[in-house]
């Protein structure tokens, strides 16, 4: 079992940034891939962003390329990722949610978009950007 916990949220104005942190705990050893998702009020949740678990390998969704960077820490926690978030606008606001791939086969740019492949989710942690 994994778990995944989110900080670095909040309420922020539009063009500012934030920068979100997952930390995984409760499995010993190993990485994994890792990636990020968001849900708006009333729509499903979608792919933001994920890593593989060498951290040589990062995709992103086309509406956040050039503003968002998704990386990985070595140590202490090598399952660690954060989402440093820049030029956020209000159509960003969300609930954002950090996902764990721990049990299957490598993740690849076509199958990280996939909620289905992901086997642990985190709690989720909201993202206001005002106009």
């Known amino acids: 079992q994994v778990q995944l916990v989110e900080s670095g949220g909040g309420l922020v104005q539009a063009g500012g940034s934030l920068r979100l942190s997952c930390a995984a705990s409760?499995?010993?050893?190993?990485?994994?891939?890792m990636g990020w998702f968001r849900q708006s009020l009333g729509k499903e949740r979608v792919f933001v962003a994920a890593i593989t678990w060498s951290g040589d390998n990062t995709y992103y969704e086309d509406f956040v390329k050039g503003r968002f960077t998704i990386s990985r820490d070595n140590a202490p926690n090598p399952n660690t990722v954060y989402l440093q978030m820049n030029s956020l606008q209000p159509e960003d606001t969300a609930v954002y949610y950090c996902a764990a791939a721990v049990h299957g086969p490598p993740i690849t740019a076509y199958s990280a978009t996939n909620p289905n492949i992901w086997d642990y989710w985190g709690q989720g942690i909201q993202v206001t950007v005002s106009a």
């Open positions: 409760g499995r010993s050893g190993g990485r994994y891939g």
